[in-house]
Each structure stands twice: as C-alpha cells, then as structure tokens.
C-alpha cells in the first residue's frame, strides 16, 4: 500500500525540514525571478553537501550508540586475534583504517598507503584544491560497458593487408618487449602463417590475440603528448573494439583457449591509453585473474601429468605475468592485491629463450644461468620483487595490529629479493647504460621503483610518532627508509620526463611511462608534502638524514614535471596544484632558479574522482595551514627543470639504511 506525502507548499516544505533535506527543497513558488521580497537564492550544492553531511553524521552517531549498547560475541574473536597475532606496536588507529568515501552516486575505498589517503592528512590541501569532477564515459572499456554486435566476417574484413600486419607483428617482438610474458614466439608465428592459408579456421579468440598485439604496434608510434581520444591514431580505437568483439563472440568467460593472452593485451592497451587510475581497469584486472584461477593457473603445471612441458612452462609465465598486473592496478586504486600466496604454489619459470623450447619439447632443459639476458629473464626478476612486495602489501591491508618484527620480516624479504636480481638488470648510472637496448633500461627502473614501492608501503605508517608506541628505533629505522625511498622516486622521475622525449634513451619505449609509473611518482610526492606540513624537526628531534631545503627542491622539481603533465593527466594537476599550495604556506615567496618561466599554472581543472579514486574523507591528524588567496597562487611561476644531471645513481640503489638496534632481527 502507498502513502502519498503532501507537500505544504512552504519553503522548505515540512516534508523536507522532517527528513533532515531542507535545502534540497525544491518547490516553485511561481515568483518571477528577482521579484518579491522574501525570494531567496536557490542554496549551493556545497551547501546541500554539509546538511547532507550533517544529516549522516547523526545516523552514524545513533548507530554507534545503538552498537556500544549491544554485546555481541565480536569481542571475544576479536581478543582471540589479537592473542594470535601477538603484541601489537600500538592500537588500531584511523591512520590504519584507510579512507572511505561514501557518495549519493557511489562508494569507493583507498588504503593507507595510497597517495590519495596521505593528502588527506593535510587538511587546507584538500580544502583549497579544486574538487575533483567525473569524466565521460566514452573512453570506459567496451569489455565492461558493451560493444557493437557485429560478425567474424566483418571482423576479418577490419584487417589490414598482409603487409601492414607482418610490420606491427615484427614491432611487436621486436620493440614491444611483451611476447615472453604470454606469447611464445615459435609457436605464434606457426599458427599465424596457418591463419593467412585459411583465416577461416582459427579461433575467433585467437584473432582478437592477432588484433591486440597490431594495436600495441600502432600504440608504441604515438607521440608521448597524444593520450586524449580526439588526438590519438583511430585505429586505436577500433582494434580495441575488434578486440572486444572477439572476445565476446569467442565466449571468453568459458575459458577457451588464447582467452587469458588476449585479455592481457586489452588490459595492457587500456592502461597505456590513460594517463591517469581508472577503476574499470581493476575490474578487467579481477576477471583474468578469476579466468585464470577457474583454468587452474594458480596451481604449477607439475601436479597435472596430462599438461605438456611447454604448456607448463608458458602457464608459469602468464601466471607471474597477472601477479605483477594485479599488484599494479590494485595499489592504484588504494585496494588490497587479489591473488594471495597461500592460494598458489606456482614455481618460478625457467631462464630459457623460446628457441630453447617448443610444443614438441618432451622435457624442459635447465634453466640457463642468470648471467645470460634471456627472454624470460626479466619475467623472473619481476615476479621475486612482486613477491615481497605484495607481502608489504598483505601487511600494510591487515585490519588488526601487528607487531613490529613483522614490518621487519617484510623488510628483510624486500632487501633479499633486492639482492637476488640478476646483475644484468641491477640499477646502474645512465651514463654507463647507452649501449644497452632501452628494453633493458627499462626494466631496470622498473624493477628498482618497485622496491621503493614497497618501502613505502610497509614504513609509511610509521612516519607518524604515534605509531611506533615509543619505539624511536624502530621509528628512525621506518622513516629513515620511507624519506630515502621517495627522494630516489622523484630522481628516477626526472629520468623518466627527460629520457621519453625524442632523442631520449628511452623514448622508443615511452608508452611504458604509464600511469602506473606516474602513481608512484604521486605517492612520493604525497609523502614528502606530508613530512614538509609536518615538520622535519618534529619527526627527528635528532640526527635528521635530510632537511626541509633538500625536501623543499627535490619537491620543486618534481613540481615542474607535474605542470608540464597537467594538461594531459588529470593526477598530475592535482599534484601540481597541491604542490603550489604547499610552497605558498611555507613561505610569502618562492625563489625561483635560472631558466625559461613556464606558462602560469591553469587552475581550473579537476581530477575525475570515479577514475582517479580521490578521497577526502580524514586520515592523519589534521593540522591547517594559513589561508591561501588565488591571488597568491597566480602570482607563483616556477622555473623549468634544468637538465637532469646522468650521474644522479650511484650503483644498485647506493647506500642502504641499517637496521634499528635493538630489535634482534636474525636473517
């Protein structure tokens, strides 16, 4: 049965003021605009926000006081864990209860460690930086959001000449760097000469592969300032719809064949045409991983007799392959990884070259020794450093405390995978680099920043004193790591912005400068904002390992890299801006350095909160700062950059901090 509410046509309506909603009253009373006397403004949405606001903060009082006069049996399991776990460095504060968001239109989740919840320790930041605004959601990816019906014919007939495709093929395996992680050379160009004698009789999944690697071709042609979809080839766009349409034709949720290579290159495609996080991209990320474990991908190859040695082998890649791209995407978007070690026992896949093995191999010949830069090489490096990073990762999402030995067990996983990498892609200085292939550069800044990934991940939380529960070893230890881990972030930032641009030693391999890179550069950048709003005296009373100057210019650099960023990357002008904000309450004034003036900061942007995750709900204990003008913030240009300086990196990441006395850590 329906009841009808009247409205008592009052301004607000009774209805509205009984419901906590009056400014979202909105009766008309007819009036002509400017007219009569008691006509009043229609209220702002800001304004509509706070009574919203106010309204959910007394539902969530009177639960909780309806929760503290409930006993529930939660208590007891809850004194259990702790009991298990053992003595914690301290309570469980909202510093380790991440950040939630909980909108009209949506709910969303960060962690601790993502750049996002860091800010929102600052609180005159987010105030004063412009709020972020959705985007449209004709780039979301069709996979997700539908695409246009069609058949394999037309399919088919959206294929260029032979020609053309034997040339993105070639760019492919050749410059792409991405076949050895899921596509095995041999056997891919047997079954492609099979594809041009009877196109008909292959898979329809198996096109979609075919299409997905000629897109990643057309791709790594892009200039590096093409990333909107009006100035990007088209051709993009369409194979990225064939793909789809593949996939959907193939019934890829039934896991066929090819499924799980050819969903790899679409999430591949679909992070290196944005700029910045896009939570559809976790989404796809969850459904590989889903195929893969429905396929049995978790579990090595060895416990099923009936699979091949090749076909084992290639499953050891793909599956190292989704731990990395699912560490990736998941710290992105502030949430817990997916795949969990005690759910796999996959082994390590073997250094071998695709000519060392094929369909035919009857057994697998050992592996070949690490001094030797093999295909699979590096798939070996990455999957021990992800290892320890995703047990940074599964430390730092626990929900309960946990006691400091542990940080410190991480720790010594991070440093003995540290020091388990191949010396063929230990970090080295540029300078002694420029006759290694950029492919091999590449890799070697990437395996490096994700160490410093997961340093900050585990010591982040400890910059705060009042987590360490009067530990100052263990303090100066988790800070002293986390400071030294940011400052080397936004060194190898400066490589990444000089080296991709044309003439650099790595602009070949540009589109690796994804946004997943630029989310590291952002967290480190958070987190030495936060320090700076801190205080370096305050974290260290004694014996500081930096100061607030060297801070100060290592955050001015990297400033001028975000403004340059900013008209393509939404994150990045939140960075520039917040960092303008931070200059500002430091001092009246910033000093500016020789070189040419950038063009004044554009300020009337945002970043898409459903794509970038922004929070702004609390999580460090608010502090604020003098109140900012816009006028003082047009009138602050920053100098550009001067040239990066090649000798910056000392070999293999320099010097390393020493553990905390102490604590008795055994190795």
Known sequence: ????????????????????????????????????????????????????????????????????????????????????????????????????????????????????????????????????????????????????????????????????????????????????????????????????????AVSIIWIGLLFSMICLAVLSDEPTNTWTREERNPLIDIYRETIVQCLVIGEYTNQKPYVLETLYHYITIEYSIRKDADKNLWLLMATGVNLAMGMGYHRDASHFPKLSPFVGEMRRRTWATLIQGDILISTQMGMPRLIKDWQCDVAEPRNLNDADFDENTKVLPPSRPETEMTASLNIIARRRVFKAVGAAIDLAAMTVPYPYSEVMRVDRMIQEAKDSIPLSLRMKPLQLSVTDPPQVITHRLLISLMFHKGTIILHHKYLNTDQTDGDDAASAYSRNACVDACLSLLEMQQVFHEEVRPGGLLHVVRWRASSFILHEFLTATMVLCWILHRGVDKLWPAHAPITEDQIKNALQKAHSIWVSLSSTSRDAQRASEILTLVFNNQSNRIPHFSGSQPEPLNLTGGMDLQNANFNMMAQFEEQNFPPVTLESLEQYQMAQNPLWDMNFMGSWESAEQPAPTGLKVTK
């Open 1 to 200: 049965m329906l009841s009808w509410l009247r409205c008592d046509r009052q301004q607000p309506c009774q209805t509205c003021s009984s419901r906590g909603l009056s400014l979202a009253c909105s009766y008309n009373h007819n009036n002509p605009v400017g007219l009569g006397p008691h006509h009043t403004s229609r209220p702002s949405v800001q304004d509509r926000l706070v009574q919203l606001e106010q309204l959910v903060m007394k539902v969530i009082q009177k639960h909780n006081i309806s929760d503290n006069n409930a006993s529930t049996p939660l208590a007891t399991n809850s004194q259990r864990t702790d009991t298990i776990i053992g003595a914690a460095t301290t309570a469980s504060t909202s510093l380790d209860n991440g950040c939630l968001l909980n909108g009209e239109n949506e709910s969303q989740y960060v962690s601790t460690a993502h750049w996002a919840a860091i800010l929102d320790g600052i609180a005159d930041l987010k105030e004063n930086t412009h709020q972020p605004a959705h985007g449209s959601s004709s780039s979301h990816p069709q996979l997700l959001y539908g695409c246009m019906p069609t058949s394999r014919e037309a399919i088919l007939a959206t294929l260029p000449p032979r020609p053309t495709v034997d040339r993105g093929i070639s760019c492919y395996f050749n410059r792409l760097d991405l076949a050895p992680y899921v596509v095995h050379n041999t056997q891919f160009l047997r079954e492609y000469e099979k594809f041009w004698l009877n196109p008909n």
